[in-house]
């Protein structure tokens, strides 16, 4: 996992990940059932659902929020992050 | 006279998307002389229901993301024939359902909007899907390339196709580009029952949605490889999902897409030879992940 990229970008410096909004979540773990990569964690204490290993998202998918009924997932905006990582690949590349 | 269409419309009884299906399969029901099934009943005494769903086609109409009346035709293994959900038509036209679950004048005419949208496809006048007039530009694959993994094969083609790292391709020819999933995608979801490519006419970013697959599992939203206006649609799959599972990079195309950046998609893109490597580490990552 250690050299994990996407489109030749280290993961760690892009970032897409899930945002939850608690004021909207029913904690149904809808969500987390369903992605394999491990990125929430359900827990004991409040909130019971975190987002708890952001850079395991796979870049650009939404998959999960799919699956929530009441709307409580978002993620950045898919334009800015592509930006970034182009200029994330710029910068590798001119090194 | 038979019903033509038989309508499965959420029960969401506390929900106001749920609120809006039900108010949209009266329309509806009252346009095409259709049926409508309660899903409450349905679930208690599905026999009641046998021979309608014999005869008509299947229409659900969720309310929100919890999909419940999709959920029901999923585990009574009925077969779709449209798909309609509430709170995505909602979005689409920047409506807000509010608290108020009765049905006021915003919510009428809402409703009324989205069955003028959908009154084509089911009125079988000019449904607004292109048919793919160009069905010869594109030749089958030659040549695949092979991972095995226990007892799974997955196929990359080798030549024409590109692909991004969330397992969608592009098959380019000229300014055409015809696009759908990976062998790999296809079978991590397993049977595939029913597909919403995206609507022709539609512009389509790189990275951006074109449509939604869904399986017993899950929805899933398709990444598109490319930029482009959507030309036409695979019809085939939205009576034939399972074409995907059989052969997704031929029979089981989702949509040709005019092509209007494709020298700068390019960039992002990976050819088949390294999208194999790419496709091999997930292969091993999900096992190990086990
Ligand atoms: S699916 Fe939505 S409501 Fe359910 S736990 Fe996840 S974020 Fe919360
Ligand atoms: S977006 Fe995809 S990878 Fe990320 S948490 Fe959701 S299902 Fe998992």
């Known amino acids: 996992m250690a050299e994990n990229t996407f489109m030749g970008v280290p993961r760690e410096k892009i970032t897409w990940a899930p945002v939850i909004d608690y004021s909207r979540c029913n904690y149904c773990l809808e969500c987390a059932k369903f992605c394999p990569h491990q990125v929430y964690e359900v827990r004991e204490e409040e909130p019971r659902l975190i987002v708890a290993n952001p850079t395991n998202c796979v870049v650009f998918c939404r998959a999960c929020a799919k699956t929530c009924g009441p709307d409580a997932i978002s993620f950045p905006e898919k334009s800015w992050v592509l930006e970034a990582i182009k200029a994330l690949r710029q910068e590798e590349g001119g090194k | ?290």
């Open chain 2, 1 to 290: 006279m038979a019903a033509k269409y038989v309508i499965l419309p959420c029960n969401g009884l506390d929900k106001e998307a749920g609120c809006l299906a039900r108010e949209l399969a009266l329309k509806m029901a009252a346009a095409t002389g259709s049926e409508i099934i309660c899903p409450v009943l349905y679930q208690t005494a599905p026999s009641r229901y046998a021979s309608l769903l014999q005869e008509g086609s299947l229409v659900v109409i969720d309310g929100c993301a919890t999909r419940c009346a999709s959920r029901i035709a999923a585990n009574n293994n009925l077969k779709i024939y449209r798909k309609i959900t509430m709170a995505e038509e909602a979005k689409k036209r920047d409506y807000n359902p509010g608290p108020d679950w009765r049905v006021g004048a915003g919510a009428a005419a809402f409703v009324e909007d989205v069955w003028r949208s959908w009154q084509p496809v089911f009125m079988e006048a000019e449904a607004g899907r292109v048919p793919g007039e160009n069905a010869g530009l594109f030749a089958g694959p030659l040549e695949y390339a092979i991972h095995r993994h226990d007892k799974f094969i997955f196929r990359v083609p080798l030549a024409g196709f590109y692909f991004n790292e969330n397992d969608c391709w592009v098959q380019v020819e000229g300014n055409r580009g015809r696009v759908g999933i990976s062998d790999y995608l296809q079978q991590n979801l397993s049977d595939i029952t029913f597909v919403t490519p995206p609507d022709p006419g539609t512009e389509v970013e790189q990275f951006g949605e074109m449509g939604t697959i869904e399986s017993a599992k899950a929805v899933y939203e398709l990444v598109s490889p490319v930029t482009g206006r959507v030309v036409a649609v695979n019809e085939a799959i939205l009576e034939a999902p399972e074409l995907i599972n059989e052969n997704p990079y031929e029979k089981g195309w989702i949509a040709e897409l005019e092509l209007t950046n494709f020298e700068a998609d390019r960039e992002f893109l990976l050819d088949g030879q390294r999208y194999m490597e790419v496709l091999k580490e997930k292969v091993a990552d999900f096992n190990a992940g086990k």
